[in-house]
């Protein structure tokens, strides 16, 4: 990260907040204060989105800012946890960006209604003033995941990408200034023309536990980036099998060929 912990300092309300984290053995008071000057974007304000964002904001993220061009559906409530009933027909990403403030007054969370592209990304990542910390990918299709990645070489953002879908799940933590390979290179380009790729939420069902426990598992990782500049996930593709409890890790390297972080 570029930002200075000379020129921060924890209040006592955050020092009161993030007590117990700040408690744990391996993460002290640097670490919050890295973690309270980190500015992270996410695109995807549902079922990934929710639980990862809310508890990033809960241990003290200094900046959330959810890009998402969906509204809230009936659907939604059974794993979206930030919104309510009284929620269906607003938009996701404001919605849960005032959620988020009221969970944590003393973080900036802010919501784009808008859709990512190549096109916009400079703009919506606010890369005027300076290239934020972290990407999640918190959305639910393959296409769209293929252009966060192109957006997160361009620019060297390091990316959080996790899926979710019926009973499994994904997560990896890309580093693109690193040159040790990107989501292309794990899983190549998107082709709408096989089942996989078409495979969503919407379409194929996914358990409230999955969902959950990715966004955390995504929390989890970012957390450790964020605070401890640390990538728990250097090279690795972690698995989630809910339905066998179990979790593995599959190695990858950089594709020599790959036509996006390669070239």
């Known amino acids: 990260m570029t930002h200075s912990l000379d020129t921060e300092m ?5 020092l009161l907040r993030y007590a117990r984290q ?7 008071v640097d670490a919050q204060l890295r973690l309270k000057s980190a500015r992270v974007v996410m695109i995807g304000a549902g079922g990934l989105g929710c ?10 993220l200094g900046q959330v800012h959810l890009i998402d061009d969906d509204v809230i559906e009936m659907s939604n409530l059974q794993r979206q946890t930030l919104f309510l009933p009284t929620d269906i027909g607003k938009p996701k990403a404001s919605t849960a960006a005032q959620m988020l403030q009221r969970i944590n007054p003393l973080i900036k969370a802010r919501g784009t209604v808008a859709r990512l592209s190549e096109e916009n ?3 919506l990542l606010d890369m005027a003033s300076g290239k934020p910390d972290l990407l999640l ?7 769209t995941r293929d252009i966060i990645n192109r957006i997160s070489v361009r620019y060297q953002i390091p990316l959080l990408t996790a899926s979710a879908i019926a009973m499994q799940g994904q997560l990896a933590l890309f580093e693109p200034q690193l040159n040790s390979g990107c989501y292309h290179c794990v899983f190549g380009a ?8 078409e495979r969503t939420c919407a379409n194929s069902g996914v358990l409230a536990s999955t969902t959950a426990i990715m966004g955390s ?10 605070g401890l500049t640390k990538n728990p996930l250097t090279g690795k593709l972690l698995l989630w099998d809910g339905s066998l409890m179990q979790q593995r890790l599959m190695g990858y390297k950089q594709d020599t060929g790959c036509p996006i972080c390669s070239v």
Do not use: H, K, M
């Open 190 to 197: 998107p082709n709408t023309d096989t089942e996989l790729d």
């Open 121 to 123: 990304a400079y703009e």
């Open 217 to 226: 598992l995504q929390a989890n990782a970012a957390l450790q980036y964020l």
């Open 137 to 143: 990918d918190c959305t639910d299709n393959f296409a």
């Open 10 to 14: 924890l209040l006592d309300a955050e």
């Open 51 to 60: 639980p990862a964002s809310e508890t990033l904001v809960r241990a003290g």
């Open 22 to 28: 700040i408690l744990l053995e391996g993460w002290d």
